[in-house]
């Protein structure tokens, strides 16, 4: 595993999307849509207090991330303040971007921003469909956008939300993993091996947990490399047109 590159990242809030002005869609839809479950923690994630150590994982501050074969390993920088939003893990042309996020004591807060990014996509014309998986409720998206020769196209990603102890885990699929469960696989099997480190510090609930570069690699034969971003320009919004693989109607 190696990261491979650090990019442009400016936002932090955990829906992902603009705020939708109107519910009354998704409220329509939900009994159709399967009931809604929490994730199956007992095969992870993890948090720091359930786990012995790092493992081998690469120690991201918020985030002990540990590497699948032919994985590599992204860190999206925002390049005035040099802070981490993000680390993203990339295998062939799937991706599976990660960030973690304060959460309330008693409750998650999953539910919620799973209701907000489908009521953003459905305003902005896209589709949505709630599966149920180990990993809880996932929601599988396609957001309209325009193609190079004018004909409407839609991007998939596919958003993954695991409620922890004062914790919230986000992770989105895109590329060939948003549409693909066999492409999936690997990746979410990086993120049920994720620890996250939430830290005692008090938090208001959806405010990013701090990741940083890392110090060290995750063991001595796994080196970790490490490359800039010349041009600073690279995102992964999986609202915006880029590493998304594009299904044309």
């Known amino acids: 595993m190696s990261i491979f590159r650090r990019s ?26 399967p009931e809604a479950e929490s ?15 790092r493992d081998g994982r690469l120690d991201l501050g918020a985030l002990w991330v540990r590497g699948v074969a032919g994985m590599e390993l992204r860190l999206e920088v ?14 062939g042309d799937s991706a599976l971007q990660m960030q973690a996020f304060a959460a309330p ?34 929601l599988r998206t396609r957001l309209p956008s325009a ?5 409407t196209v839609f991007a998939p990603a596919t958003f993954v939300g695991v409620d922890g102890p004062r914790w919230f885990l986000r992770g989105v699929l895109s590329g ?34 701090p990741l940083r570069l890392p ?11 490490e490359a800039d971003d010349a041009d600073g320009t690279t995102t992964l919004d999986p609202f915006e047109r880029g590493p998304e693989i594009t299904e044309v109607r």
Not at 39 to 53: H, Q
Not at 106 to 131: F, K, P, Y
Request: charged share 35%; aromatic share 2%.
């Open 8 to 33: 442009k990242r400016t936002e932090t809030e955990p829906a992902s999307a603009p705020e939708a002005e109107d519910a009354t869609t998704v409220e329509d839809d939900a009994t159709e849509a």
């Open 39 to 53: 994730a199956d923690r007992t095969g992870g994630p993890f948090d720091v207090s359930e786990v012995d150590g």
């Open 78 to 91: 925002e390049q005035e303040t040099q802070v981490v939003n993000a680390a993203t893990a990339v295998v």
């Open 105 to 138: 004591r008693t409750e998650g807060l999953w539910t919620d921003i799973r209701r907000e990014i489908a009521m953003s996509v459905e305003r902005q014309g896209g589709t949505v469909e709630e599966v149920v998986s180990d990993l809880g409720t996932r």
């Open 147 to 151: 193609g190079p020769d004018g004909r």
């Open 176 to 209: 060939r993993a948003a549409i693909d469960d066999e492409a999936a696989e690997p990746l979410l099997e990086v993120l049920r091996q994720v620890v996250v480190v939430r830290g005692t510090d008090p938090m208001a609930p959806r405010e990013l947990l």
């Open 215 to 225: 110090t060290d690699g995750p063991d001595e034969q796994a080196p970790v490399e």
